[in-house]
DNA sequence: AGACTCATGTAATTCGTTACATGATTCC
DNA sequence: GGAATCATGTAACGAATTACATGAGTCT
């Protein structure tokens, strides 16, 4: 679970509440991670009673009492153990690719409109990001926090890396549906019994994967480790299941 | 939903069941959707009675019956709605983002494992899916299912860029922290009280953001619509809140 | 007058993963 | 003899979103 991780990980700065910490996640990490008070308040009352962090509440008279949550020793360890953990992977999913996909269901200026929002998305990410930094410069340069200000740039960076991939790889997609054929779209209604045979399609599957063995595996049979080389095998070199994880 | 219209394109493609269904996940869309038989089961039954797809029985005797899954025209209508609708974008979530976040109470050497790792598993990715792009020509050859090659290979070609972008940024991350200051990293042995006082960082935070407005109202707020250019604001220009979606 | 900020939550619902259950056949 | 394939599911759990609830104070 890697919210109560983040959490940790701000509550590590200094002592805050669960309103705080939401806007420390909204103008810090909300390009690579989310979370609404209704999941963060849930959240520190099961760390609390983990032990993670401790909680003072705050009486006030004008506004509703604060709840103040401090790190503990325990909360301090366990996080530094996830930290140095290697990160785990979220599954990716993307409907815009579903979309291209299927996209040949579609006409073509049908399918170029969903990649030119895409691209307009993208290119308002990209904007966002670039303030961002800005953004980050200052409050660094503020707070005196030379230190932080690395780590936080290179989240940033991450983001603008990435979403300029996205937006390359969108813009050059809608020119090459622009010279596509137009045979290639609106294919729906091609004969009822559907474009594919089953059938075949399924048994041309099993026949590529067993000339290309390895092959659609799942990316985790690729991984060749640096550190215990014993019971990894690379694709080319068939034998049973590759197992992985 | 994006499932129920996955599976609903893949229907359109021909009757199937739901144990077919969930191979061609697993060799087609797997780098950017994935879905457990046990989600595809009740997905199936849940879209028969919304009139989606109809459900044939076919007997066998040495193995369980099948149950084949066809398209009905209002499935079709609702697939070729969804794709011509603009995607909708999933919350990412990147624990390695985290981490590297939070890298400063991590040693060196720690955060540069951590990073390694994440490109190991990125550059296994890249070689998964280099093997796909190889094996989709060689299904659709077989098929002889040009059109639909050309987004298949789409897809694939976005995951391409994609992750060469997150590798290009895992390896720079690493030369950048490997040339930092040592005094970044370890920092949680600061004063008990934590990094930041957080009620400083809040009331900067608020400053910075009064001095640059619009910053950080969120990507959205970065759009600016070519249709309606009513009611959207540029950051530049601040007024209330910008309200978007 | 209306919206936004501060500050806390609960409840319902959706989406997805993991574990469990069954059972014949076929491949190594 | 053991694993994998074919073929169906259910149940429990976890993570996250949306909606609902309260209520004073401040800003425009």
Redesign the pocket.
């Known amino acids: ?4 991780h983040a959490l940790l990980g701000f509550i590590n700065y200094g002592p805050m ?4 910490l939401k ?1 420390f996640f909204d103008t810090s990490v909300a390009h690579f991670w ?6 963060i ?2 959240a ?2 099961a760390m609390e009673s983990d032990g993670l962090v401790e909680m003072k509440v705050e009486v ?9 949550y401090s790190i503990t020793d325990s909360g301090r360890c366990e996080l530094l153990e996830w930290l140095a953990k290697p990160a785990d992977r979220e ?1 990716p ?1 993307e409907p815009i690719l579903i979309k291209v996909f299927f996209g040949s269901s579609l006409s073509k200026r049908e399918l170029i409109a969903v990649l030119r929002d895409c691209a307009d998305e993208t290119r308002a990410m990209l904007s966002y990001l670039e303030y961002a930094h800005q953004f980050v410069d200052k409050f660094v340069e503020s707070l005196g926090l030379r230190q932080e200000g690395l780590f936080w740039q290179l989240t940033i960076g991450c983001g603008l890396k990435v979403h300029k991939a996205e937006l390359e790889w969108a813009e050059e997609a809608i020119e090459r549906i622009e010279a596509a054929d137009d045979a290639c779209f609106e294919n729906e209604q091609h004969g009822y019994d559907g474009v594919i045979d089953i059938r075949t399609a ?1 048994e041309v599957l ?1 026949r590529v994967k067993s000339l290309m063995p390895g092959a659609l595996a799942g990316p985790d049979a690729y991984l060749h480790p640096a550190g215990d080389s014993t019971k990894e095998q690379l694709p080319n070199q068939p034998k ?2 590759v ?1 992985a994880k």
Request: hydrophobic share 20%; net charge positive.
């Open positions: 679970m890697s919210l109560k509440t669960g309103y705080e806007k989310n979370a609404e008070l209704s999941q308040y849930p520190l009352k006030q008279d004008d506004r509703p009492n604060r709840k103040v599954q999913r399924t099993d049973t299941k197992a």
